[in-house]
């Protein structure tokens, strides 16, 4: 089966992308799986999973996983090299509803983009941007705001619980830092 051969989404709920499809792996229609989840095997326990293809999202289901060298998998009806090969490079999403509940305290990045962030103080800072992953902490990246006094464009504010970041709130869209503003 090619991609042209999936079905579209019938119901458009969020897809939130967990990963991507990488080359394909053998002759018979294994593709290596690039996870963004926090343990890489855990995208397998999303169902259904989705493929970006052409800016659609189409329903996959995967035969079956394993381990090699990270991870590879087979997609039912993806029988040979060519069929897989076809869904290289391809992200892989899956419903924000399928996606595990958190706490208060908790939050997942994507609800973090296009939030104000605001100093102790009450400078306004900008709006997140992005997140970075460091290894050791994240990195809110901050745009400035138009008219920013202290001719900033873009701020790399460390996410330190506590220490710097003082309280994210959700229905304000605004996270109060502790971070001077000419840094």
Same mark, same amino acid.
């Given at each position: 089966?090619?991609? $042209?051969?999936?079905?579209?989404?019938?119901?458009?709920?969020?897809?939130?992308?967990?990963?991507?499809?990488?080359?394909?792996?053998?002759?018979?229609?294994?593709?290596?799986?690039?996870?963004?989840?926090?343990?890489?095997?855990?995208?397998?326990?999303?169902?259904?999973?989705?493929?970006?293809?052409?800016? $659609?999202?189409?329903?996959?289901?995967?035969?079956?996983?394993?381990?090699?060298?990270?991870?590879?998998?087979?997609?039912?009806?993806?029988?040979?090299?060519?069929?897989?090969?076809?869904?290289?490079?391809? $992200?892989?999403?899956?419903?924000?509803?399928?996606?595990?509940?958190?706490?208060?305290?908790?939050?997942?990045?994507?609800?973090?983009?296009?939030?104000?962030?605001?100093?102790?103080?009450?400078?306004?800072?900008?709006?997140?941007?992005?997140?970075?992953?460091?290894?050791?902490?994240?990195?809110?990246?901050?745009?400035?705001?138009?008219?920013?006094?202290?001719?900033?464009?873009?701020?790399?504010?460390?996410?330190?619980?506590?220490?710097?970041?003082?309280?994210?709130?959700?229905?304000?869209?605004?996270?109060?830092?502790?971070?001077?503003?000419?840094?």
């Amino acid at each position: 089966m090619s991609v $042209e051969g999936k079905e579209s989404m019938s119901k458009q709920d969020e897809i939130i992308v967990v990963g991507k499809f990488g080359a394909s792996y053998g002759i018979r229609g294994w593709l290596k799986v690039i996870s963004y989840t926090d343990i890489a095997e855990n995208i397998f326990d999303y169902k259904p999973l989705h493929a970006n293809v052409r800016g $659609e999202w189409v329903e996959v289901s995967v035969e079956s996983w394993k381990r090699h060298k990270g991870l590879v998998c087979k997609l039912d009806g993806l029988n040979v090299r060519e069929e897989a090969q076809t869904y290289t490079n391809l $992200e892989i999403g899956v419903a924000a509803s399928a996606l595990p509940k958190l706490s208060e305290e908790e939050f997942y990045w994507r609800e973090l983009f296009g939030m104000q962030v605001i100093n102790v103080q009450g400078y306004g800072l900008g709006e997140v941007v992005d997140l970075m992953a460091t290894g050791s902490n994240d990195v809110l990246v901050v745009k400035a705001n138009l008219k920013d006094a202290f001719g900033k464009k873009e701020r790399l504010i460390p996410f330190l619980d506590g220490q710097v970041i003082k309280s994210i709130d959700r229905t304000a869209q605004r996270i109060e830092v502790d971070w001077d503003p000419g840094f």
